[in-house]
């Protein structure tokens, strides 16, 4: 069965503090992973596609990668703006969209 | 990236009345569009797929009479929320896909009261 999971549920870390949220998946042929930021009471926000393992791509303080298992967020030098949802999504090779829980980010400055 | 527009954002309705929620892609033609139910604290819950032109699939205990759903082109989709109790208040996010990647609109926050 496919199944995407999150790690942590919730993190926080204090401004400038770096880590990585991870978003372990298994399913049948994966045609994407997708990232998303959700910020409260309002749609996810595109962040990212990654079609294959070995994928890397950036975008101001976040980067994300994939393997044939996992992808995780990294998040550098973090600012409180940051701070929202971020959300995990693969696309099946039935182009079924499957989500994971989230991860609740918090920085606090 | 491209555009979604969902409207309304908020909606506050009595009981029993119907509420109906427009989601357009404006920059790209949506082959499928998803609905999405968001409880608080959650993840996103699929409701439904529609494919333009043809019927919507609903998810496993989604009711179709109740959530009625139409996708009559590339660029629209509505749901409409018949007959609406408190227990419908939550928030509707729907998304549109283009070719692989899917975008969202703002959401609808619905009360009903």
């Known amino acids: 069965e496919d199944q995407v999971t999150q790690s942590p549920e919730a993190l926080r870390l204090q401004e400038g503090e770096s880590s990585s949220l991870n978003c372990s998946y298994t399913?049948?042929?994966?045609?994407?992973l997708f990232w998303y930021r959700q910020d409260p009471g309002k749609g996810p926000e595109f962040l990212f596609t990654?079609?294959?393992?070995?994928e890397e791509k950036e975008k101001e303080r976040l980067k994300a990668t994939l393997t044939k298992k996992e992808s995780f967020l990294h998040i550098t030098a973090p600012k409180p703006e940051d701070s929202a949802t971020y959300l995990c999504?693969?696309?099946?090779?039935?182009?079924?969209?499957?989500w994971g829980a989230g991860t609740k980010l918090i920085i606090k400055p | 990236g491209a555009v979604v527009s969902q409207h309304p954002s908020w909606v506050i309705c009595k009981s029993g009345t119907s509420v109906k929620i427009e989601c357009r892609s404006l920059?790209?033609?949506?082959?499928?569009m998803f609905w999405y139910r968001q409880f608080p604290k959650q993840s996103l819950m699929l409701m439904a797929t529609?494919?333009?032109?043809?019927?919507?699939?609903?998810e496993q205990g989604v009711e179709k009479d109740k959530f009625l759903i139409n996708h009559a082109s590339l660029t629209l989709s509505t749901l409409t929320v018949t007959s609406a109790h408190p227990e419908d208040s939550s928030f509707y996010i729907c998304s549109a896909r283009g070719h692989t990647e899917a975008f969202f609109g703002q959401g609808t926050r619905l009360t009903v009261v």
């Open positions: 990654l079609y294959s393992a070995g």
């Open positions: 999504a693969v696309l099946d090779s039935n182009y079924q969209l499957i």
């Open positions: 529609s494919n333009e032109g043809s019927k919507a699939t609903y």
């Open positions: 399913v049948s042929g994966l045609r994407g």
């Open positions: 920059d790209f033609q949506a082959t499928t």
